[in-house]
C-alpha cells in the first residue's frame, strides 16, 4: 500500500489525466507484477505488439479534457483481437504468456482482448523490473498498414 500511496503522490501534480497515474503505480509496482507472471525465475514469455498495430492505437487516440479515449472501429478491434487470439493459441500457454506493448495503449488494449482472451497478462515494457529477462515467443503485427475502406482486406502477420 505503501508504495502505490508513493508513486501516487509523486506523480500528482505531473500526471494529469488517471491513465498517467496507473502507468505511475504499475511502474512502482513493478517488482511484484513480474515476480507473480514470470515464467521461472526472472523470465517473462510472451508476445509483442507490433509498431503498426501500435500506430494504429495512436491514430485513433482523441482526448475528452485531459482523459484519452480510442476511437478504434469495429473492425479494426476485431483484427486486432484475432491476430493476438492466433499468436497465442499457437503458442504453447501452459507456462502463462504475457502480451507487451507500450504503455500508452496497454489499458485500452487489454480492455480489448479482455472477453476474447481473459486470462491473458498485458504488460507495458516499462512495467519490466530490472533483473528480470524478457523473451518474445512472437510479433504481432500487419505486414503493410491495414486499410479499412473496404475493397482491401487487411494482412496480419506472426513473426515466430
Same mark, same amino acid.
Given at each position: 500500500?505503501?508504495?502505490?500511496?508513493?508513486?501516487?503522490?509523486? &506523480?500528482?501534480?505531473?500526471?494529469?489525466?488517471?491513465?498517467?497515474?496507473?502507468?505511475?503505480?504499475?511502474?512502482a509496482l513493478s517488482p511484484w507484477i513480474c515476480k507473480s507472471v514470470q515464467s521461472r525465475p526472472?523470465?517473462?514469455?510472451?508476445?509483442?505488439?507490433?509498431?503498426?498495430?501500435?500506430?494504429?492505437?495512436?491514430?485513433?487516440?482523441?482526448?475528452?479534457?485531459?482523459? &484519452?479515449?480510442?476511437?478504434?472501429?469495429?473492425? &479494426?478491434?476485431?483484427?486486432?483481437?484475432?491476430?493476438?487470439? &492466433?499468436? #497465442?493459441?499457437?503458442?504453447?500457454?501452459?507456462?502463462?504468456?504475457?502480451?507487451?506493448?507500450?504503455?500508452?495503449?496497454r489499458s485500452e488494449l487489454r480492455a480489448l482482448l479482455r472477453k476474447e482472451l481473459p486470462n491473458?497478462?498485458v504488460m507495458s515494457e516499462s512495467e519490466v523490473h530490472r533483473g528480470f529477462q524478457v523473451e518474445?515467443?512472437?510479433?504481432?503485427?500487419?505486414?503493410?498498414?491495414?486499410?479499412?475502406?473496404?475493397?482491401?482486406?487487411?494482412?496480419? #502477420?506472426?513473426?515466430?
Amino acid at each position: 500500500m505503501e508504495t502505490i500511496l508513493t508513486a501516487i503522490v509523486l &506523480q500528482w501534480d505531473q500526471a494529469p489525466d488517471r491513465q498517467q497515474l496507473l502507468t505511475a503505480v504499475r511502474t512502482a509496482l513493478s517488482p511484484w507484477i513480474c515476480k507473480s507472471v514470470q515464467s521461472r525465475p526472472g523470465l517473462l514469455r510472451g508476445i509483442r505488439v507490433g509498431q503498426r498495430m501500435e500506430e494504429m492505437f495512436a491514430d485513433s487516440l482523441r482526448y475528452i479534457g485531459s482523459e &484519452q479515449v480510442f476511437a478504434l472501429s469495429s473492425q &479494426q478491434k476485431a483484427l486486432i483481437v484475432g491476430l493476438i487470439k &492466433q499468436a #497465442v493459441e499457437k503458442l504453447d500457454t501452459s507456462e502463462g504468456l504475457i502480451i507487451f506493448t507500450n504503455h500508452r495503449i496497454r489499458s485500452e488494449l487489454r480492455a480489448l482482448l479482455r472477453k476474447e482472451l481473459p486470462n491473458i497478462i498485458v504488460m507495458s515494457e516499462s512495467e519490466v523490473h530490472r533483473g528480470f529477462q524478457v523473451e518474445i515467443r512472437a510479433v504481432v503485427d500487419f505486414k503493410d498498414a491495414p486499410i479499412f475502406a473496404g475493397d482491401t482486406e487487411a494482412d496480419g #502477420v506472426l513473426s515466430f
